[in-house]
């Protein structure tokens, strides 16, 4: 696999420093720190100060792209350390790529 796995635990942060809440829907694959983050997942971003103008814009969820080519997470491919997190604002605006921080090297069924 091209990189470290996402999983519940990692950290995921929209450009302008508000924070991801990760849950998934992968029931069974695990790393060693939570649930391994799949293609499917849409991730809430929670505290994105964000703003245009005077107008308060904040990232409220990311999309993702770009996840591990050769590998599979409960027949949905697992998101890794490289995979491109698109942040949209509340109008559906993408507001740029997610940062992600901490990911993991390994994981396993349940």
Same mark, same amino acid.
């Given at each position: 696999m091209a990189g470290n796995m996402l +999983? +519940? &635990?990692?950290t995921v942060l929209? $450009?302008? &420093?508000g924070q991801a809440l990760l849950l998934t829907s992968n029931t069974s694959v695990l790393g060693s720190d939570g649930l391994v983050l799949v293609e499917s997942d849409v991730h #809430? #971003?929670? &505290?994105? $100060?964000?703003t245009v103008g005077p107008k308060y814009s904040p990232c409220v969820r990311i999309e993702w792209e770009a996840p591990a080519a050769n590998t599979m997470a409960n027949d949905v491919k697992p998101l890794i350390e490289t995979s491109v997190g698109i942040c949209y604002g509340a109008e559906g605006a993408p507001q740029g790529r997610a940062n992600v921080v &901490?990911?993991?090297r390994e994981a396993w069924s349940q």
């Open positions: +999983t +519940t &635990g990692s929209c $450009p302008h &420093g #809430v #971003v929670m &505290g994105c $100060p964000f &901490g990911a993991q």
